[in-house]
């Protein structure tokens, strides 16, 4: 894997490189890499992502999220990157995550509405939703979706996943718990999402690693790592994600790191769903920022 630990001031000379191919190429990746042709995924951290009482700074974190776009594509400026995502045409549906004890932050979802809009698109044909998005017009005729939701433990699929955050997309979420939550990735088959999702965006400010208790949730078990993942590739932005905090866990319990139960619907939609990239070696990490307690 291309390990490339990039500060701010360094960020010109990475963001030369060249870009993806194709100005709206289709979100979904096929597991087909080669060594000519890695996934890319972003890991962007910034030490003042979190204030010191854990809040979200979200001048932070538009910054954040404007160099990880523009890396992704190999864009000096972040306008240009994000037009290459979303076309003043389209309709814009933000697939966030509202459990209550860890949610998509909304400096997140701002962050996302805000180049979302200076794309062009009008606010009339944009929504940010979890749970309702069957019942939500935006989503139910939306051209192109963004997918954000942070990195966390999970009872039934082992990890909260960019993949798993569409599980509000099908009426009966239940139908796929089994296994573990194997065929998480069949719900992005379906047409209500089928080849829309142009952006998914792991967040990592302060992830959860370790589930106890009823309500499956300890702050002790978070830690302000301050990065958000970002990938076109919904598969590859999970393993990168799942590769932290199986670290995180290695260090904190001095084990093996395995999550139980298995995550192992993120393998399984590269193998038996082929939505992505779930290889590290085929993988192109591209680091940027705070390298300090990366763990990957």
């Known amino acids: 894997m291309s390990r490339k630990t990039i500060t701010r001031r360094d960020f010109l000379k990475v963001a030369s490189a060249a870009p993806l191919a194709g100005a709206l190429a289709p979100a ?68 966030t995550n509202v459990w209550g004890r860890l949610p998509t932050p909304a400096e997140v979802e701002q ?8 794309a062009g698109v009008p606010e009339s044909r944009l929504s940010i939703d979890d749970r309702g998005v069957l019942r939500n017009p935006i989503f139910r005729n939306a051209t192109a979706l963004v997918n954000a939701r942070p990195a966390r433990t999970h009872q039934w699929s082992g990890m909260g996943s960019c993949i798993k955050n569409y599980i509000q997309f099908v009426p009966q979420p239940s139908a796929y718990h089994g296994d573990t939550c194997a065929d998480l990735a069949a719900i ?5 999402v089928k080849g829309k999702t142009r952006l998914n965006v792991l967040v990592m400010l302060s992830p959860l690693f370790h589930m106890i208790g009823t309500q499956q949730f ?3 078990f978070t830690w302000p790592y ?31 790191g395995q999550l139980r139960p298995s995550p192992h619907h993120i ?27 990366a763990l990957i």
Do not use: C, Y
Not at 51 to 75: T, Y
Not at 271 to 281: F, K, M, Q, W
């Open 218 to 220: 300890n702050k002790d």
């Open 267 to 293: 393998q399984l939609a590269d193998t038996r769903h082929h939505l992505g990239t779930s290889d590290a070696a085929k993988i192109e990490l591209v680091k940027l920022g705070w390298s300090e307690g």
């Open 188 to 192: 992005w088959s379906l047409p209500i």
């Open 226 to 256: 301050g990065g958000l993942i970002v990938s076109q590739d919904p598969v590859a932005a999970d393993a990168t994600g799942l590769r932290v905090l199986e670290a995180k866990r290695r260090e904190h319990f001095k084990d093996d």
């Open 111 to 118: 962050a996302l509405k805000r180049r979302v809009l200076e």
């Open 28 to 95: 979904l990746r096929t597991g087909q890499a080669t060594a000519a042709d890695k996934v890319r995924v972003v890991l962007v951290r910034d030490a003042n992502a979190l204030d010191a009482s854990g809040a979200p700074n979200g001048e932070v974190i538009q910054r954040m999220l404007d160099e990880a776009v523009r890396a992704l594509f190999g864009e000096t400026d972040a306008a240009k990157a994000w037009k290459r995502l979303i076309r003043p045409d389209d309709t814009v549906g933000v697939k």
